[in-house]
């Protein structure tokens, strides 16, 4: 269903009436729910637009490995800001995938730091033997040295492929958190006694690390560049 479809049937829905089993609410424009999949073996990942994984209702993005989703979330953020798009290719054989952004307007007490389309984002991702690389490049194309704060948030549910889909579990296995200064782990017991891990290692380490998040502070000259690697391991 397209915009414009989405659109006219929105419109046949009486004010304050309730909806039709048919509607689907448009609660985001369609374009930022596309969405861009690699695959390599046994594991797959499938991205929004801007190379995140977005936790959504029904949502399919996720880093999966043998049908289970071990990546739930994975948001890229500049002073607590999502980048703007510029835009996103895979590679004919879904191998790899390279998005470029730009930092937004960077307001601080009502100041702007940082005017749009100073920083060129280029994240470059791709699958191979069941782990999910990606090297992220920050050119500064502004005359001036400054200094940006880098978050990566990330979680995993560890749903299986039914799970995702849709089907409820009446229960659930424990999950556990460890982290080092450059590597966050997530492990899983499932219920069938089986257990699963999600390795992220850092490289640089970053200036903070938690349990579902990481913060680099940058410090960017004119002309320079910043760069670092974010290999996941399912």
């Known amino acids: 269903m397209n915009e414009s479809l989405l659109s006219a049937a ?3 829905i009486p004010e304050g009436g309730p909806p039709s089993q048919f509607y689907i609410p448009a609660t985001e424009s369609l374009s930022e729910l596309s969405t861009r999949t690699l695959k390599h073996g046994d594991t797959f990942g499938i991205f929004d637009r801007y190379g995140d994984i977005i936790p959504r209702l029904g949502s399919p993005e996720g880093l999966y490995h043998n049908d289970t989703r071990y990546l739930s979330c994975l948001r890229l953020l500049v002073n607590g800001m999502r980048p703007l ?21 960077l307001v601080e ?22 782990a999910c690389y990606e090297h992220l490049g920050l050119p500064n194309y502004d005359n001036k040295d400054f200094q940006i704060d880098l978050a990566i948030l990330f979680a ?15 229960q659930h296995g424990k999950r556990r958190f460890q982290h080092s200064t450059e ?5 899983y017991e499932g219920l069938d006694g089986v257990l699963r891990r999600t390795i992220l290692s850092f490289d640089p380490p970053p200036a903070k690390l938690r349990d579902d998040k990481v913060l680099y502070r940058l410090s960017l000259a004119n002309g320079g560049c910043a760069s670092s690697g974010l290999p996941g391991h399912p």
Do not use: C, M
Not at 109 to 123: E, K, N, P, Y
Not at 156 to 170: H, L, T
Not at 183 to 187: E, L
């Open 156 to 170: 995993a549910d560890f749903a299986d492929i039914f799970e995702v889909r849709g089907q409820n579990r009446a």
């Open 109 to 130: 007490s009502g100041r702007f730091t940082l005017q749009r389309d100073a920083v060129h984002i280029v994240r470059y991702k791709f699958l191979w033997q069941g």
């Open 85 to 105: 798009y510029l835009s996103s290719k895979v590679e004919d054989n879904n191998a790899a995938l390279t998005v470029d952004l730009t930092n937004p307007d």
């Open 10 to 12: 929105a419109a046949k």
């Open 183 to 187: 590597r966050a782990t997530i492990s």
